[in-house]
């Protein structure tokens, strides 16, 4: 029996790009373009992050179970944002409020609440050929997803 490695490699570095990527441009839009993540772009941001963790981790063992794991995250992350997005489209009702955090360092809390800035979900704040960021996450992480599994599959031992 042999192993395919070159897909395996391949696999594992999708499985670290794609949600590096998609998290920089979540920083980028957040920090260069001012717009402030709600609760559920908060959410589809975790899976990334231990998606990221994931592929790392398969560079120091065998590679096969951290990066399904990491594909696993990445697609759960496109659920979200698919969900994120129907709730955006108002196809259906978020489960959350959606608001901004309470307070910070002190102060009084409710002059800190009544000037937070409030991050709603089911409003786009931006969209690219009206989809919105959300959606494009849904669509990439699936996407990632995908060919991670794929490439994994490519890669098994052969009899």
Do not use: K
Not at 8 to 16: N, P, Q
Not at 72 to 82: C, D, E, N, P, T
């Amino acid at each position: 029996m042999g192993v395919n490695s070159e897909p395996l490699r391949a696999a594992r570095l999708l499985a670290l790009l794609a949600p590096a990527g998609l998290l920089a441009g979540a920083y980028l839009g957040q920090y260069a373009f001012g717009l402030f993540p709600c609760e559920m772009c908060w959410w589809q941001r975790y899976p990334h992050f231990a998606a990221m963790a994931l592929a790392l981790l398969a560079f120091l063992l065998p590679p096969r179970v951290p990066v399904a794991l990491a594909g696993i995250a990445v697609a759960l992350s496109g659920a979200i944002g698919g969900f994120h997005a129907g709730v955006e489209y108002g196809w259906w009702e978020g489960v959350t409020a959606c608001t901004a955090g309470t307070f910070a360092n002190g102060g009084d809390p409710l002059a800190a609440i009544l000037a937070a800035p409030v991050v709603r979900c089911d409003v786009a704040p931006w969209s690219l050929f009206g989809i919105s960021l959300a959606g494009w996450n849904f669509l990439f992480s699936l996407a990632a997803a995908l060919a991670i599994f794929i490439l994994l599959g490519r890669g098994r031992s052969r009899t």
